[in-house]
């Protein structure tokens, strides 16, 4: 059975088959998102919010599905008890590394768990809301898109993060201060910029940019009260020892370690500048977080923060659940009418749904390219 296993996580015709799912589903839930937003968004905006909290966790639970029910990977959460009792129960920011393919999911895995994958926010490039699919569900989710120019999206941030924390159900408001993946390259000229400058120079991360965390404190404070921050890390000698989408399609999974911890808002200081100094203390510790996990294996040895308990995060049953109905609604019925059209002799619907499978193939080696990083993060030594 564990063979038969593997040669269908390895199945081309099973890929086929997801991806078909994930962007048929997509597209359908695109099209009752962009109604909502033309019907019910000008006379209830709460109402709205609601319903397209359903709409974005029925798309981005089939990632989850590829993660904990395909891919058989594992999530160990290191979390006090008593952040456990408020994470995914209130309005946060959340700031996570950015070193990995799949950090992002990881994050998604552990808010699924904790039934907040719906409200999950970002901030995330504009041109990623042109992507089908995944960004028009961003878009008509409200997330806050930036073209990386200040100027322009001061007033932006400021608007759409007072905005955001004013949703029915609770807000993760997801923030990569680094700005970008973690590469060979950008680390190089962080540890340029650090050294000209006389800032520590971290060894996994991205010098933090302020801008954006600091213009959206003020836009916070109301309703808003907590920060957590998330620190991830892949164990070695799984499946995958390449955490990445593609290699969690077919089949290979990953062990990844997700450390949280709760900050309220009102330690981080009001005075801008201090604000900025406060993000650039904490990637400090970050980075001896992560540090401490890949010299010791564990994220509490040399770091100096207090240990915590920890526990594996099981699947849940409307993971499987969501995409089981999914799957039945969209690869069934194309199977079904593609056979027939072949027995029928109607050679042009044939056609028709296997240019669709093409589409949705080419779609998705899109979304690929988009999550794809030059090189994976490797231990570094300033």
């Avoid at 995914?88 to 996570?96: A, D, P, Q, R, W």
């Avoid at 007072?162 to 962080?190: H, M, W």
Wanted: charged share 25%; proline share 3%.
């Amino acid at each position: 059975m564990a063979v038969n296993m593997e040669l269908l996580r390895r199945s081309r015709l099973i890929h086929l088959s997801m991806i078909l799912t994930f962007f048929v589903s997509g597209l359908a839930v695109n099209i009752v998102q962009l109604i909502l937003k033309l019907t019910v968004k000008p006379f209830n905006v709460r109402l709205h919010r609601k319903l397209n909290w359903y709409l974005s966790y029925s798309v981005f639970n089939q990632f989850v599905f590829y993660a904990d029910w395909w891919s058989g990977s594992k999530l160990e959460l290191f979390i006090s008890d008593e952040d456990y009792k408020t994470f995914g129960k209130e309005n946060n920011m959340t700031i996570l590394n950015h070193s990995y393919e799949i950090d992002w999911l990881v994050a998604y895995c552990a808010a699924d768990k904790f039934q907040a994958l719906g409200g999950c926010k970002a901030f995330a490039k504009k041109v990623l809301q042109y992507v089908p699919v995944i960004g028009w569900c961003w878009y008509f989710s409200e997330l806050i898109f930036l073209s990386r120019s200040y100027e322009k999206d001061k007033e932006i941030i400021q608007k759409q993060v007072k905005d955001i924390f004013t949703f029915p159900d609770p807000v993760c408001l997801c923030f990569y201060a680094e700005g970008t993946r973690f590469t060979d390259a950008k680390y190089a000229e962080s540890v340029k910029f650090a050294k000209e400058r006389g800032m520590p120079v971290l060894k996994h991360h991205l010098i933090p940019r302020t801008k954006g965390f600091t213009t959206s404190l003020p836009s916070m404070r109301d309703d808003c009260k907590s920060i957590y921050d998330m620190n991830v890390v892949f164990r070695k000698g799984g499946k995958a020892n390449d955490p990445t989408v593609s290699n969690m399609i077919n089949g290979k999974g990953y062990e990844a370690c997700l450390f949280i911890r709760r900050i309220t808002l009102d330690k981080v200081p009001e005075d801008e500048k201090k604000a900025a100094q406060w993000l650039q203390d904490l990637y400090v510790e970050k980075d001896k977080i992560i540090d401490s996990f890949h010299t010791t294996g564990s994220f509490f040895k040399t770091s100096g923060v207090k240990e915590v308990p920890s526990q594996i995060l099981k699947p849940r049953i409307a993971t499987f659940v969501n995409y089981m109905i999914w799957v039945s609604v969209t690869v069934l019925p194309v199977f079904y009418f593609f056979l027939k059209f072949l027995i029928c002799g109607n050679f042009v619907g044939a056609l028709v749904i296997g240019g669709t499978v093409g589409l949705a193939q080419l779609l998705m080696q899109q979304v690929l390219n988009f999550s794809r990083i030059d090189n994976k993060p490797q231990e570094k030594k300033a």
